[in-house]
């Protein structure tokens, strides 16, 4: 499989989100639905997941597998920009259109990782 500059941009941007649910927990723990229990502890592992997932597409022996497992992640974290998009405390008072466009922006993520899948 070619790893072209797009799939390394997809994993560091991978690297850099799920870096990010550590250094600043509490903007991920907002966008959580009350309704899942431990919101800790799904910060922690979509964040640790972020990270090795983006560390695994870049080993060409292992991107297919992190390729499915980032499309497992986006479907996982839907509820997340749901929840942005429904609750005003969630939605970082950005304007209700973008948090729309969000939601339809999770089909062309999920869209660039499975050209990786191939």
Known sequence: MNL??????MAFL???AGINH???PKMYLKIIPPY???PNLINILSGASEIILGVLLTLSITT???AWGIIALLVAVFPANLFMFQNKKASFNLPKW???VRLPLQLVLIFWAYQYTL
């Open 4 to 9: 072209s500059w797009h799939l390394y941009l």
């Open 14 to 16: 991978y690297i850099i």
């Open 22 to 24: 550590f250094r600043n």
């Open 36 to 38: 899942f229990k431990n």
């Open 64 to 66: 297919r597998f992190a």
């Open 98 to 100: 973008i948090l729309f």
